[in-house]
């Protein structure tokens, strides 16, 4: 005779000597609760008329195949286009597929015909269990559903009960969706803490590097400081380009030096060509000079200074040489 092959659970394990998944945990509300739509759940997965050909599925919950489906906030599901000549009917249904791993909300779609007709056969074995949760007629060259028969609460969609006589099953019930509920909210905790975490670590590495650029004084904009002088009175072997002048409530100073021009670079145009620093020309204290030849009479000049600077600005200076 072979020996008795029990089943049994839940036990701590140690040192993984007790191991359970989620058949087991399942298998645990056989003979306790029936599969069916929860009574008194939000709005038990009714099925109302939505816009057009579409219907509305309603906040509630289910248990098949020992599996549970729930559906938190109001969703659509869309019906095919009705036939132009007959009539047919759609069902709306739940279900738990073993093999997918997955419950969900689908609709089968009737058959349009003359004569007698009635909604898809559901599937109902060991792998696969769906229930109807609505029967819809879409009456024929129509675009608006109306005519919606509910199926909760019937023999092809009953409501969760006790199998074993006299058994009350609330209390396991409760037990059943608080637990689910508590999982829910774990989850979104944990949500929480990471985006306030990231949130955290956003603006650590924004403090760190704001704190950088003032540490290692980076400036960000290359402005321009331009100084023309379109007539020289006469010939001179210097030209003075300091000057000052008033933008707004601020007193601006620009000069130049070729030994100390840290940060910043010059162009000189003579007559509209371009001499080149430290060869044709030098600056020493903002006074500028040629190195082989001199300024002429009636000579235009054009000195720019181009500055790396912590905020935008540009300006132009127009001086006559005396």
């Not at 038990?44 to 919950?61: C, F, S, T, W």
């Not at 559906?71 to 659509?76: E, I, L, M």
């Amino acid at each position: 005779m072979d020996a008795v092959n029990v089943k049994y659970g839940f036990f701590d394990s140690q040192n993984h000597d007790r191991r359970y998944n989620t058949t087991d945990f399942s298998e645990y509300f056989e003979g306790l609760i029936s599969d069916g739509v929860y009574q008194g759940v939000d709005k038990e997965l009714r099925v109302d008329a939505g816009k057009g050909m579409q219907v509305v599925i309603n906040p509630g919950r289910a248990k098949i195949l020992n599996r549970y489906l729930k559906v938190k906030v109001a969703g659509t599901l869309d019906l095919e286009p009705s036939d132009p000549q007959y009539n047919r009917w759609d069902r709306i249904y739940i279900y738990a597929d073993l093999n997918k791993r997955e419950c969900g909300i689908g609709v089968k779609k009737g058959v349009a015909q003359a004569g007698s007709y009635e909604a898809a056969e559901l599937v109902n074995n060991e792998f696969r269990k769906e229930y109807a949760l609505a029967d819809i007629q879409v009456m024929a060259n129509t675009t608006t559903v109306y005519d919606i028969r509910s199926k909760i609460g019937s023999s092809l969609c009953p409501y969760v009960s006790a199998i074993t006589p006299n058994a009350d099953v609330s209390e396991i019930i409760q037990q059943y969706q608080d637990a689910i509920i508590r999982a829910e909210n774990e989850f979104e905790e944990t949500q929480r803490k990471f985006d306030s975490y990231i949130a955290t670590k956003t603006n650590e590495v924004n403090n760190w590097f704001n704190q950088l650029e003032t540490d290692l004084n980076i400036k960000k904009y290359l402005n321009r400081y331009t100084l023309y002088i379109r007539s020289i009175n006469k010939d001179c072997n210097e030209i003075d380009i300091n000057y000052s002048f008033k933008f707004g409530n601020k007193d601006y100073s620009i000069t130049y030096d070729t030994i100390d021009s840290a940060g910043e670079i010059a162009f000189l145009h003579c007559n509209g060509k371009q001499l080149t620093e430290s060869i044709d020309w030098v600056c020493n204290d903002g006074i500028l000079s040629l190195t082989s030849s001199t300024f002429k009479s009636g000579d235009y000049v054009d000195f720019t200074i181009v500055k790396c600077e912590n905020t935008p600005f540009n300006y132009t200076y127009s001086k006559s040489h005396e």
